[in-house]
Every structure is written in C-alpha cells, then in structure tokens.
C-alpha cells in the first residue's frame, strides 16, 4: 500500500495527515529516524528537567522513548485530531505525565517563554514545500511562534532532511535573528527501526535562543561526522549551507555506488575535520568487466605524494587504464594532498578505513580485509620551497617532488588548476653539475625555508639540458624543419616564444642552438619572478623576455611589417577552464591573428602550436582557421596526453617527406650533442616524428 502523497504540496495539508493516520493505523512512523538514531543528539540538547514543546508529533514513538529515558515534561501538539485521539489512548495510563493536544504550531496557545526545548522531526519539512508566498509566510509564522514560546537560552531543535529551499530558509532566518547555530548529520536517511529510507542524509539543525548583545560575534557549527571532534566554525550562513551541502552530495553519491556499479568515474574531496582544508580526493573507478572472485572486490591505490599530476594518476583515461591493471572489481584511487601532513602509510589507512568501507560495491563479504596499494610502496616526497600569489592567475606554490624512482622535480602549480603542472624541471644533484665533490657538512645544509625567495637550493641546481615535457620535446624537433639543420646550431636564428613558465623551452634553445637570438613574451610578471628565483631562468644579450600580452605583442609586431623571425612557437595556456581548448586561448588561433603571426614569420620559417584540445569538433575547427592561413600542416600527436603539436608552414611548396625529416633531426641532434655538455640521452629528436601526418 503507497501511504506517500502524490505531491509535496500534499505535506503541508491538514486534510493528507488526517487520512495517512487513518490508513496507517497505530503503527509509528519514523521516517526521518527513530529514538535509536537520534538520541545521541537529542539527548545533548535535552535535560530531563526541560519543558518540552513537540510539534507535529504524529503517531512517533520518539516522545514516548524520551519520557521512558527521563524527559517526562513533554507536551505534544498535532493537527490530526486522529493522531493525537490515538496517542492520548496509548498513553493515558502508562505515561500520565505526557500530554496530546490538538494545535497548529504556527498559532498556539501557550505563554512566553513557556519551553526550554521545541522539538520538530520532519514537521518545518511537511509545512515548507515549496518557496510560493503563501508556504514561506506559514513557515515565517512557525519560526515566530518557536521564538516566542521559547526561554533565552531555550532550543529548537529541528529534524529535516535540508532541502535546498528548506535549508535556505531555516539558516538565513535564525541566523538573521541572531540565534546560535549548530548542525548534525545524523544519518544515510534510513530507519532500523521503520525500515524506511531516503537518498538525503538527516539532519538536526540546533538553534539557540540568545540574548542580543550588540558585537557579538554570530556563532555557526557544523559537527565532523566522526565522534569526539570539536565543530567546526563556519564564517557566514553560506558556509554553514555549503557544508551541509557537501554532506548531501556525499550521500547522494554514497547511494549511486551502492546501488550498483557504475561505468562513470565517481570523484570526490574529504576534508580535515578540524580545518576544514581538503586532505584527500578520492575517485571512484569500477570495472565490470573484470570477472569476480572472491578476493578482488576491492582495493584502495594510495598515489605518492607529488606523483599526482602524472597521466596513470592525474586523468581518468589513466586511471581507468591502472584499476583495470590492478584486477579489482572496484578501485578508490586516492590523491594526497599538498598543505597536509602524513605520518606514514599505516596512518593513512587508519584514517580511511571507515571512510573507504562507506564506499565499497554491494555484495562485499563481510569481515573483508581491503587492501592498501600504492606505487613505490611510500608516500612520497613533496617539499614547497615557496608560496606566492599571482594577480592574473591567483596563488601558486613551487615545490620540489621525487618522481618515479630517484629523479626530483621542480614544479610550478598554480592552486586554481591543482592537478595541471604549470612548469617543470628535474633537479641535479650540485655535486653533478659543478664536477666537484661537498663537504659532507655542506651536503647536511638545509634547505632554505619555503617562503624565502633567495634562489635554488644549496644542495640542488637545475637540470637544463632535461625537458620534463613531452610537448617541450617534439617542438624543440620541429626545428629540423628550417633550412639547413646540418649547421643550423650555430646558424643565426631568431625564435620567439609566447608563453615563458619556468623557462625551460627558452632556455635550452639558446644553450643548445648557440646561433639564436630568443625572445619570450610572457603577460604575468609573476611567472617571470619565479622563473628566475627557482627554475635558474636568466637573461643575456641572446635570451630577452617582453612583460606582455602574447596578442598585443604580436599585433604590434605585425604593424611594423617586418618578417623577422625563423620560428614562432605558441605554448599558452587559457585561464578559462570551462572551455573545450585549454591551450592556447581562442584569441590565437583566430584567422586575423594568424595572418599576423604568419607576417612576423620569414617565407621558410615555421610556426609551432601546442594545441589541447578536448572537444574534437572544436579542435577540427581550430585546424581548419590554421590550414586557411597556414596551408601546409604536420601534427604529431604526443602519446597518452591531450597534447598535439602543429608544424605550420607558409607555403605548400615547403613540405618534406617524413623520411627527409627524421634525416634532418638525426642530423641536427648530432650538432647540438657537443662534447662536454649535458644531454638527456633518453630524448632522441627523431623518435619525436615517429607519427607525425600531414593535414
């Protein structure tokens, strides 16, 4: 039998509740909960001595395992003259103390101050259906009347599930009014002692009355779900509603998984009960191909600390790519995250076990140990040698990382976009680079504090002859395009840049081709400082950087019409992360731009474009505007990033067979390897063509 109402509108009808107790009997009702689930909270908030007000008390139990627990001054109120003709039979004889009156809550008739304690389970949630005039100004009257049955001191205490509206109303009026707020969650929405369940987790909503005192600082609580922790002071009703918010997204999320495995990747912040900071990210990564046994369910992958960028980790094709590697039904792939600290792998564990049980697949056996993983079998490494803030693109970090094996990395992050390395470098070792051997106490010299912005490490210097990016790589290659590359390292060429990040791309084209003259443009002055301060960027007679926009630079280029430079390279990021292409910006890679930057190009020379591009219908757009003023085209696509690189040439009449290029980059690697001087001998310039097609 369907005792729900058909509508929400119908909650908030005398007429509905009439008819729900007739059909339903004498049997209570406890779908936001029953004495059980919520006597944990109600309990701190309600003394046996209290005077207590229930309102909308329905056929619950829950005022009857009260008065049986000690809190025998109850007075319930209802509008069902079913309901409280029912309770009153019930209780006359066993529960003389307790009353059953029949009243709108919203207009009683009890003095001032009369309660220490208004309970309400669900009632504010029956009344408050809807934000139409007529519903808000009812629920308007509740609160009222709540305020002024109420002692200074006294507490509502409010059981809901906290729909958007509801929410939104229940803090932004006690909050307005002044009062003190504080908020449990209870529940997944589900009754032991009813049966009944809901996808919302429960809520107690704790207001209490204060008196004014004018400067006193608004208090505003959410309570850690975990017992024993202290609540967490929120800074306006916003946040108070956001961390409510985030509880319900859980749920929400906690209810999709456990109803059945799903082919989408599930992701999602904790966050430090005390701080509030996000301490972990988890993603959730089924494969329900893999055939089930009894020992593969479910595992948790631990992701080392600063490993989290890489492809495997740091994109869902690659996590997908590792939960199928790992043979596990379901994988939570775990990222820590920068600001915390971790004492060890065991502590880890200790901190997610109920966490990661909350989310296991359905059908896991009981008593099932899960297993831990992790890549290295430790943490990590992550030290942050600086902080600063960007006026264009908001707070960065600069930290130090072990990689995979024994290599450390210097990276550039900025916090808006954290799982994007802005720029990177590998770290030598000093006794590498310089040839000579440290006293052992200067191999014990600490690093320098990670606000103090006075250079590199002691104990470490840049690694220029590495480039950390596989884009980096293949650009550099599209050198071999340019006339003449037996000689071309020190032919004269003049290069320039538009996007500087750490600098590394700038940097190895002026120590390796000793004929260029390279200019970058850079727009944020910030990036140029940390260059300089932490990637051992400099600048020479040979080596200038421009504080400008990339476009405006360019257009000004254009206006004095003249061809100047041998390759033009774009490697740009948007700041916009809502669109399909987040390298370069839209702006350019407009025709009328590109005409520009086909002007500033010699008739030979070449243009080199990052291109990421996510949205494949926007990418062959892109292509077709650069075809249109660029008519002959190679891209190379880099493997297992979004990342494709565009060779674009002003004429047609330029193209090379792909077996001519491999020669010329071949030939070229040769000149730029000169005895004594570092080479990455894991990069071959050849192998970055390997598939490498015309447009």
């Known amino acids: 039998m369907n005792l729900l109402p058909r509508s929400s509108k119908e909650f908030s009808s005398s007429e509905y509740w009439e008819q729900f107790f007739r059909r339903r009997g004498e049997r209570a009702f406890e779908w936001y909960g029953g004495y059980l ?79 220490q304690v208004v309970l309400d389970k669900g009632t504010l949630d029956a009344i408050l259906t809807d934000t139409e005039v007529d519903t808000l100004e009812t629920a308007r009257k509740l609160f009222v009347e709540i305020g002024r049955v109420l002692q200074v001191g006294g507490r509502y205490l409010c059981v809901s599930l906290a729909q958007a509206h509801v929410l939104v109303k229940l803090v932004t009026q006690f909050s307005q009014a002044g009062w003190m707020m504080r908020v449990h969650k209870v529940s997944e929405g589900s009754s032991k002692e009813s049966g009944s369940q809901f996808p919302l987790p429960v809520f107690v909503f704790v207001m209490t009355r204060v008196r004014e005192m004018p400067g006193f600082p608004q208090v505003l609580e959410m309570m850690p779900d975990e017992e024993g922790l202290k609540p967490v002071r929120c ?17 929400l999320m906690r209810n999709r998984l456990n109803q059945n495995q799903t082919s989408q990747e599930v992701s999602l912040d904790l966050c430090a009960g005390d701080t509030g900071k996000t301490r972990y990210t988890f993603h959730v990564v089924d494969c329900p191909t893999i055939r089930l046994s009894h020992s593969n369910h479910f595992a948790i992958f631990i992701i080392p600390q600063g490993r989290e960028t890489e492809w495997l980790f740091g994109s869902e094709p690659g996590r997908r790519q590792l939960a199928g590697s790992v043979g596990f039904r379901r994988l939570i792939i775990v990222a820590l995250h920068r600001d915390q600290q971790y004492e060890s792998m065991e502590t880890i564990q200790s901190e997610l076990s109920a966490k990661v049980l909350e989310l296991a697949p359905p059908g896991l056996p009981d008593n099932k140990q899960i297993p831990f993983l992790s890549a290295g079998g430790d943490l990590g490494t992550r030290t942050i040698q600086n902080r600063g803030k960007s006026e264009l693109s908001g707070e960065y970090v600069v930290e130090d990382v072990r990689g995979d094996g024994i290599n450390y990395f210097r990276r550039l992050i900025f916090l808006s976009n954290q799982n994007v390395v802005q720029s990177e470098a590998r770290l030598l070792p000093s006794t590498t ?17 990670p606000e103090e912005k006075v250079g590199l490490p002691s104990t470490h210097v840049i690694d220029k002859s590495y480039l950390c990016c596989e884009h980096h790589k293949v650009m550099i290659s599209g050198l071999a395009l340019l006339h003449n590359p037996g000689v071309l390292p020190d032919h004269s060429i003049c290069v320039l840049i538009v996007g500087l990040g750490g600098g590394s791309l700038s940097l190895f084209i002026h120590d390796y081709f000793l ?59 948007s700041k916009d992360l809502s669109l399909g292409m987040s390298c370069p910006p839209p702006a350019f890679v407009q025709k009328t731009f590109l005409q520009n930057v086909k002007k500033i190009l010699k008739a030979d020379g070449v243009f080199i474009l990052n291109l990421v591009c996510r949205d494949p219908v926007l990418k062959g757009q892109v292509i077709n505007d650069i075809h249109e003023v660029f008519p002959l085209i190679y891209t190379q696509k880099i493997e297992d990033e979004v990342n494709e690189i565009l060779f674009c040439r002003c004429s047609p009449e330029l193209r090379c067979s792909l077996v001519d290029l491999k020669e010329s980059a071949r030939s070229l690697e040769k000149q730029i390897k000169r005895p004594g001087t570092l080479w990455d001998e894991t990069y071959v310039l050849a192998d970055m063509f390997k598939s490498l097609h015309i447009v």
């Not at 926009?549 to 740009?572: P, Q």
């Open 515 to 573: 004929g260029s003259q390279v200019e970058a443009v850079e727009i944020d002055p910030s990036v140029l400082d940390v260059a300089c301060h932490w990637f051992g960027f400099l600048q020479d007679e040979r080596l200038k950087v421009h504080l400008a926009d990339g476009l405006v630079h360019i257009n000004d280029l254009a206006d004095k019409g003249s061809a100047s430079y041998d390759v033009v390279m774009f490697d740009v990021d």
């Open 433 to 449: 680079h310089s040839g000579q051997k440290k006293k052992k106490k200067d191999r014990k010299k600490p690093l320098q504090k």
């Open 235 to 251: 800074g306006s009703p916003d946040e108070l509603m956001e961390a409510v918010r985030e509880r319900q997204r859980y749920a």
């Open 37 to 115: 689930e919520l006597c944990a909270v109600l309990h701190k908030y309600i003394k046996p001595k209290d005077k207590v007000l229930v309102v909308g008390c329905g056929n619950s139990e829950l005022s009857e395992r009260l008065y049986d627990a000690g809190c025998q001054n109850l007075t319930n109120i209802d509008v069902s003259e079913v309901v409280i003709r029912q309770m009153n039979e019930r209780n006359a004889n066993r529960r003389s103390n307790m009353t059953y009156q029949l009243m709108d809550a919203t207009q009683t008739t009890f003095p001032d101050s009369h309660f």
